[in-house]
C-alpha cells in the first residue's frame, strides 16, 4: 500500500512565525507531488506541482521543496498571517502520467493573530 | 468565475435510499474526479473519467455509479446508500491527469445517511 504522510498532524503558531511541515512518501515510482491549501468551508486550491528532484517552487510567502531520492517535501511558511490558517494537504501519484493522486491527510496549520 | 460546481451541498438519506450528485465544470477540463473525505482519512478517490463518455474505478469504488454524458457535467449515483456513505464528497476536474495537472475542487456535498 502507498502511504503519503503528513507531519504534524496540526500546527498552532504565532503570527509572525515562520514555519514548516513535511509530507513523506515511498520514492520508488515517484511521479509527481501536489500541494494544496485548504481553507474551512471552502475548496481545496492548489499551491504547487513538483516533479523534479530538487525542485524548489514559491508562491508569495509560501515555499517548498522536493527530494525524490529520500522521499520527502517541505512546504515553508514565512511570517505566518491568521489568513495562513489552513489545512495544507499533499498528494503524490505513482502511476506515471495515466495515475492519479494519493493524498496525504494533512497539516491542519492555525495562526493566533 | 464559476469554476466546479457542485450539487446539493448537503443531503440526508435514508438507508437504502438512492441519490445522484451533479458536478459541472465550465473551464473544459478533460479529466474529472469524484473524492470522499472521512475523519482522519485522507480524501480517497471513488470514480475518474478522462473524457466524455468514460468513466474508470478509483480506489473505494463499491456501492457509486458515474456517468459522464456531456464533457462539462459528471454524476455520481448511490443505487442504495449505506450509513458507510456518509461523507464528505468532493468533485474536482483537470486540463491534465493529475499527475502533473493540478486539481480544481469543488466545494463539496455533505451527505448523511441514516
Known amino acids: 500500500i502507498l502511504n503519503v504522510e503528513q507531519s504534524p498532524q496540526s500546527l498552532h503558531v504565532q503570527e509572525g512565525d515562520s514555519t514548516n511541515f513535511t509530507c513523506s512518501f515511498p520514492s520508488s515510482n515517484f511521479y509527481a507531488l501536489h500541494w494544496y491549501r485548504w481553507e474551512t468551508a471552502k475548496s481545496p486550491e492548489a499551491l504547487f506541482v513538483m516533479t523534479l528532484n530538487g525542485d524548489e517552487k514559491k508562491k508569495g510567502r509560501i515555499s517548498a521543496t522536493l527530494n525524490t531520492k529520500e522521499g520527502y517535501s517541505y512546504l515553508y511558511i514565512k511570517g505566518s498571517q491568521p489568513e495562513d490558517s489552513a489545512t495544507y494537504l499533499c498528494a503524490v501519484n505513482y502511476g506515471g502520467s495515466q495515475g492519479n493522486l494519493i493524498f496525504g491527510k494533512g497539516t491542519k496549520l492555525s495562526v493566533k493573530p | ?114
Open chain 2, 1 to 114: 468565475n464559476a469554476g466546479v460546481t457542485q450539487t446539493p451541498k448537503f443531503r440526508v438519506l435514508k438507508t437504502g435510499q438512492s441519490m445522484t450528485l451533479l458536478c459541472a465544470q465550465d473551464m473544459n477540463h478533460e479529466y474529472m474526479y469524484w473524492y470522499r473525505q472521512d475523519p482522519g482519512m485522507g480524501l480517497r478517490l471513488i470514480h475518474y473519467s478522462v473524457g466524455e463518455g468514460t468513466t474508470a474505478k478509483g480506489e473505494v469504488p463499491d456501492g457509486y455509479n458515474v456517468s459522464r454524458l456531456k464533457k462539462q457535467n459528471f454524476l455520481l449515483g448511490l443505487e442504495s446508500a449505506a450509513p458507510s456513505q456518509t461523507s464528505v464528497y468532493f468533485c474536482a476536474s483537470s486540463s491534465r491527469r493529475a499527475g502533473t495537472g493540478e486539481l480544481f475542487f469543488g466545494e463539496g456535498s455533505r451527505l448523511t445517511v441514516l
